[in-house]
Nanobody
Framework: QLHLVQSGGGLVQAGGSLRLSCSAS????????MGWFRQAPGKAREFVTY????????EYIDSVKGRFTISRDNDKNAVYLQMNSLKSEDTAVYYC????????????????WGQGTQVTVSS
């Protein structure tokens, strides 16, 4: 079992940057692929990006490619989402999630979730 704790987020102007963090205390963290999802008001939760358990592969939705970067540090049991060139349409609650071994773009496949953190981009 993983207990994921998120930090970061907040209010930023369009074009600015934010970094989200998600950490776990359990050493089994390194066996989990990690994803970031987001949910805007009135919209369904959507996949943003994932990174494999070894950190050797990533995937992004088209709308964030070239602006967002996911990374992980298994020694610190943490995954990060660096968000640059933020746009108003990036405004949402962001969630980190863990899936054992193989990654997925489907939120239903993830086993553990962080508490969510609000990202608000003002235009």
């Amino acid at each position: 079992q993983l207990h994921l704790v998120q930090s970061g987020g907040g209010l930023v102007q369009a074009g600015g940057s934010l970094r989200l963090s998600c950490s776990a205390s359990e050493p089994t963290f390194s066996s989990y692929s990690m994803g970031w999802f987001r949910q805007a008001p009135g919209k369904a939760r959507e996949f943003v990006t994932y990174i494999t358990w070894r950190g050797d592969s990533t995937e992004y939705i088209d709308s964030v490619k070239g602006r967002f970067t996911i990374s992980r540090d298994n020694d610190k049991n943490a995954v990060y989402l660096q968000m640059n060139s933020l746009k108003s349409e990036d405004t949402a609650v962001y969630y980190c999630a863990a899936k054992y071994y193989r990654p997925s773009t489907n939120s239903d496949d993830y086993d553990y979730w962080g508490q969510g953190t609000q990202v608000t981009v003002s235009s």
